[in-house]
C-alpha cells in the first residue's frame, strides 16, 4: 500500500480540499445512464451508471454521505478510477437527494438500508457479480450496517464492502459535529436538511410539519425533531443507538475494509479502537494520521489515494477470492 503524503497538514483544511477539489468522469468514454429503480412500495431511487468499453470486471455501488449526491466529488474520481480498470460504477441517490424529491415521499436516515438491499437483489437476479459496495461517511454507515444485518447471507449478494470516514457511532459523531471547531459544517449541514424538509413540507404539508424548524440549530436537533419522527424512532438518543453500525459490526461475514483519519474533525478516532472493530477478523481497518473528513488529497500525484486504495483492494478480492492483503 502507498503510503499517504497529505496536500495539506491541517485536517480542516483537508477536508475543505476533499469537498472543493475538481473531479470528474470522462464522459466520451464513460458516458453516464440515469436509471430509476424502485426499492420499496412508493419509494424509487436514481441511480447514475457508468460502464466501461468491453468485459465488465464487477458492479461496484457507491453511497455517498450526508446530503450528498450521486455527483459528490469523491464518488466522480472513485468511479473514474474503477472505469479505467473495467468495472461497472453505480452512483445511488439516497432518497430525495440529487434533485429527486419526486420518486418517493420520505426522508432519507443513516441506518436506511432497505434500498441498497433491494438494489443488490435485483443485480443479483439478473445475474450481475460479483458486486462491491463503498460507502463514503453516512453512506459508510449503512453500508456496514447492510453487512452486519445481512450476516453469513451477505456473500450472496456482495464480494466485499468499503467504508470510508464513517460515523459507526452516531452518537458520538453528532456530539463531535456539536464542537466549536466545527461550526461552518454543522450549520452548512442543518441549512442542507432544512431545505430538504422544506420541500417535504411543500409537497406533503400534513406528514411534513414545520413545527420548529426555523428554530432547528444543530444536526441532533434536526434529528430529534425531525428524522426520528417521520421513521418513528421516538428521539435522537434512540434513533443513533438504533442505527449506528457499530451494534452490527459483529455480524460481518465477509472482506470489509474500513479507511479512518485520525485526524478527521467530524468523528472521534476513539470509535474504532473497540473489540468489534479490531476483533472481526473480516474487518480490515486501515487508519492514516491525516486525511481530515473525507479528504485524502495526496501531495503527490495522483492525487486522489483513496481511489487507488480502494481499487487495489477490490482487484485483490475479485483476483484471489477473499484473500487480501492491504
Not at 473531479?23 to 468514454?29: K, L, M, Y
Not at 466549536?180 to 404539508?205: A, D, K, M, T
Not at 472521534?268 to 476483533?279: H, M, Y
Request: proline fraction near 5%; charged fraction near 25%; glycine fraction near 8%.
Amino acid at each position: 500500500m502507498r503510503p499517504f503524503v497529505p496536500f495539506f497538514r491541517n485536517p480542516h483544511l483537508l477536508t475543505i480540499a476533499g469537498n472543493f477539489w475538481k473531479r470528474d468522469i470522462d464522459e466520451s468514454r464513460f458516458p453516464t445512464r440515469a436509471v430509476v429503480y424502485p426499492t420499496q412500495p412508493g419509494t424509487q431511487i436514481l441511480i447514475h451508471e457508468n460502464r466501461p468499453a468491453g468485459e465488465v470486471r464487477g458492479e461496484v455501488l457507491l453511497h455517498h454521505g450526508l446530503e450528498g449526491s450521486s455527483r459528490s466529488g469523491y464518488m466522480l474520481s472513485m468511479a473514474q478510477c474503477l472505469l479505467e480498470v473495467g468495472y461497472a460504477v453505480h452512483r445511488i441517490n439516497m432518497r430525495s437527494c440529487g434533485g429527486t424529491e419526486q420518486l418517493t415521499d420520505t426522508l432519507y436516515h443513516s441506518g436506511l438500508t432497505a434500498d441498497v438491499r433491494a438494489l443488490l437483489e435485483r443485480f443479483r437476479a439478473d445475474g450481475r457479480a460479483p458486486c462491491f459496495l463503498v460507502g463514503f461517511s453516512l453512506g459508510g454507515n449503512v453500508s456496514l450496517k447492510l453487512a452486519g444485518e445481512l450476516g453469513e447471507s451477505a456473500r450472496e449478494l456482495l464480494a466485499g464492502v468499503c467504508a470510508v470516514s464513517t460515523p459507526i457511532d452516531l452518537h458520538a459523531c453528532v456530539r463531535r459535529l456539536g464542537a466549536q471547531e466545527n461550526w461552518i459544517y454543522e450549520q452548512r449541514f442543518v441549512r442542507s436538511l432544512r431545505g430538504r424538509y422544506l420541500r417535504r413540507h411543500l409537497q406533503y404539508p400534513d406528514r411534513f410539519p414545520l413545527d420548529g424548524l426555523e428554530q432547528t440549530r444543530t444536526v441532533f436537533d434536526f434529528d430529534n425533531q425531525f428524522t426520528a419522527k417521520a421513521f418513528e424512532f421516538g428521539d435522537a438518543p434512540n434513533y443513533y443507538a438504533t442505527q449506528s453500525a457499530v451494534r452490527f459490526l459483529d455480524g460481518i461475514r465477509l472482506p470489509v475494509l474500513m479507511v479512518q483519519a485520525k485526524d478527521d474533525p467530524l468523528i472521534p478516532f476513539n470509535i474504532f479502537e473497540t473489540e468489534r472493530v479490531r476483533g472481526n477478523p473480516w474487518i480490515r481497518l486501515v487508519a492514516t494520521e491525516s486525511g481530515g473528513h473525507l479528504g485524502y488529497i495526496s501531495r503527490r500525484r495522483p492525487r486522489f489515494w483513496l481511489d487507488l486504495l480502494v481499487r487495489d483492494w477490490i482487484q485483490e478480492l475479485r483476483n484471489k477470492g477473499q484473500t487480501v492483503t492491504v
